[in-house]
């Protein structure tokens, strides 16, 4: 489904009030949700838009996305900042649900606008000179974004899902997250220090025995709810006490595992 909550004359600042932007992205999201319970077999969003402003709202909204089986793919932005520091949203929300996408280069590196984040953005996806549709009845080619980089992850899970229709949100993510490659010049900027690659995803499918790999692991970034829970999943079940063993607070605090 294409759904469009910004619009209108893009020279009229009316259009793009922060609170003008998330009010209507709430309209969208409920329709996702609506469609969802009518039975529609929504499985993945892409949301190539956003502000440094947060809205609780918006993330009650993809976070029952995230419960109705919805994997949501969001764009890292353009500012060159790092969000472990200068959140983004609604890529930065804490959710299992959202993959936050960064943009990368022909030659692998980060592109030079991407924003970046070693706990708070997942991987990179092609976001430099890009052919893409326009306007009208336009093609352009050169075209540079993370929201050219998001929608290939999003078409990456829509892809995984038409292999195999039975994924779940976890299991999308083990697969696009388990495949990256990895170049050094992503190494330390995003979670996965990688760049998707759609053909090892696809090839992830069939791995009876992936290694051990963390899809999540919240809260990430400088949103950090006081007292809050710290919660690392896996793509695959795990020993308690080896996690247990392995697993490091800087600096130390109290509390229970479980």
């Known amino acids: 489904?294409?759904?469009?909550?910004?619009?209108?004359?893009?020279?009229?600042?009316?259009?793009?009030?922060v609170t003008r932007s998330w009010s209507d992205a709430l309209i969208a999201w409920d329709y996702v949700l609506t469609m969802k319970r009518r039975g529609v077999n929504i499985r993945v969003t892409n949301n190539s838009y956003g502000n440094f402003q947060e809205s609780t709202a918006l993330n009650e909204a993809i976070a029952a996305a995230g419960q109705e089986g919805i994997l949501n793919v969001c764009i890292a932005h353009n500012q060159s900042a790092n969000t472990d520091v200068f959140s983004t949203f609604p890529g930065s929300f804490n959710l299992g649900s959202i993959i936050n996408v960064a943009a990368s280069t022909e030659a692998d590196g980060l592109a030079d606008f991407s924003?970046?984040?070693?706990?708070?953005?997942?991987?990179?996806?092609?976001?430099?000179?890009?052919?893409?549709?326009?306007k009208?009845?336009?093609?352009?080619?050169?075209?540079?974004?993370?929201?050219?980089?998001?929608?290939?992850?999003a078409g990456a899970a829509a892809l995984l899902l038409a292999a195999d229709p039975?994924?779940?949100?976890?299991?999308?993510?083990?697969?696009?997250?388990?495949?990256?490659?990895?170049?050094?010049?992503?190494?330390?900027?995003?979670?996965?220090?990688?760049?998707?690659?759609?053909?090892?995803?696809?090839?992830?499918?069939?791995?009876?025995d992936p290694p051990a790999i963390v899809i999540t692991a919240l809260p990430?970034?400088?949103?950090?709810?006081?007292?809050?829970?710290?919660?690392?999943?896996?793509?695959?079940?795990?020993?308690?006490?080896?996690?247990?063993?392995?697993?490091m607070i800087t600096p130390p605090v109290g509390g229970t595992f479980e």
């Open 166 to 208: 039975s994924l779940t949100v976890n299991q999308l993510k083990a697969a696009l997250f388990g495949s990256v490659d990895q170049p050094a010049s992503l190494r330390g900027k995003v979670v996965t220090n990688g760049r998707l690659n759609v053909t090892r995803a696809l090839q992830y499918l069939t791995n009876a």
């Open 115 to 134: 924003n970046y984040g070693r706990s708070t953005i997942d991987l990179a996806a092609p976001g430099v000179n890009i052919a893409s549709t326009w």
């Open 1 to 17: 489904m294409a759904i469009r909550f910004l619009g209108g004359n893009v020279l009229d600042a009316q259009d793009y009030t």
């Open 220 to 247: 990430a970034g400088q949103r950090t709810p006081t007292n809050g829970p710290i919660q690392v999943v896996f793509n695959r079940p795990m020993n308690h006490a080896s996690v247990e063993s392995a697993f």
């Open 136 to 153: 009208g009845s336009e093609y352009r080619s050169g075209q540079n974004g993370t929201s050219y980089a998001g929608p290939m992850v």
